[in-house]
């Protein structure tokens, strides 16, 4: 299995090397390597099985670090980066020719943030190069949030993993870029807002059209984010387990815990008060949890289609598209 550490100077090593490493950020765990090695990004894409029609995001520890990757600046961008950054918003700009193709899948645009964690910044300053680093977890599969999510997975395939605890928001990052038109347009949603982007901007922001066949940024395959179990979904959760009552049920409730007479084999509820943050970050740890359970079918609550809801519900709806049991 991998080692589990604080140890900077060891992941640099290993990084500069070619190797992966998995690193902590606000988000989720995200498997990185050297973003300017083409044999280090090519592992990414093996170890995590990855398409490789699926970008990557680039890393960086501050917006300066930035300007060498990035051609042009569209309007908006420094005050985005002012407001957000550190934090958990990708903005999806035009590349230079230091950008490998394999981080943007031969696509013009590449994905950048500057991740809120502590651990990872002081990797990042570290390093002369940045980290491509998607979510460090077999493709397609649920995103992990602690350390123990990695190295039960992918323990086995990487070296290292620098241990920053439990992720802070639990949920990807909200990405955003500026379509032909030059109008603002988020291409994944997340923990930032279409409200919070518009209030900085002070303009209209649009949202990418999900059923569009081409992967403009990461994170947007229909099915993504899922478990093994066979997964659905419902606003009336109570009507789906008595469809499924026959069966071995696994439950991830929003606030209000299950008081009918249909047997659980076990439920979670995410927020007894309905806070959205907290639901963000315990989702992915249930979905694990019950996963890992043996069960016939995982039923899980969607929340109110609000703030990140809107991006939670996003990540279930990928979720429950296919179930391999």
């Known amino acids: 299995m991998a080692i589990i550490t604080k140890n900077i100077q060891g992941a640099k090593t290993i990084l500069d ?121 077999p493709s397609g599969y649920i995103s992990p949030t602690k350390p123990s999510h990695v190295n039960i997975q992918l323990g086995d395939k990487i070296p290292m993993i620098l241990d920053g605890g439990n992720c802070e928001k639990g949920l990807e990052s909200t990405i955003l870029g500026w379509n032909d038109d030059g109008i603002p347009t988020i291409y994944r949603k997340g923990i930032i807002t279409k409200g919070d982007l518009e209030t900085v901007l002070n303009k209209e922001v649009c949202i990418y059209d999900s059923h569009s066949q081409t992967l403009e940024a990461p994170g947007m395959l229909s099915s993504h984010y899922a478990p093994n179990t066979r997964t659905l979904l419902s606003s009336t959760i109570s009507e789906k387990i008595d469809e499924n009552k026959h069966l071995k049920i696994g439950l991830i409730s929003f606030k209000n815990a299950y008081e009918g007479d249909v047997a659980i084999t076990k439920e979670i509820v995410l927020s007894s008060d309905g806070a959205l943050d907290e639901v963000a970050y315990k989702l992915y740890a249930a979905m694990r949890e019950l996963d890992g359970l043996g069960l016939d079918v995982l039923l899980i609550e969607k929340v109110p289609d609000t703030g990140i809801g809107k991006a939670i519900n996003d990540r279930l709806t990928r979720s429950a598209i296919t179930g391999t049991k």
């Open 17 to 137: 090397g070619g190797g992966l490493v998995a690193i902590p950020t606000e988000t989720v765990y995200g498997l990185a390597a050297k973003a300017t090695d083409p044999a280090a990004l090519a592992s990414i894409f093996k170890t995590k099985g990855r398409p490789s029609n699926n970008p990557l995001i680039l890393h960086f520890p501050d917006f300066k670090a930035m300007a060498p990757y990035i051609k042009a600046i569209p309007d908006g961008v420094r005050l985005l980066a002012a407001k957000f950054w550190p934090g958990p918003l990708t903005l999806l700009l035009p590349k230079t020719t230091l950008v490998p193709d394999a981080v943007t899948a031969g696509l013009p645009r590449v994905a950048v943030r500057v991740p809120d964690h502590k651990l990872t910044l002081g990797l990042l300053n570290q390093l002369d190069y940045p980290l491509a680093a998607p979510s460090a977890n």
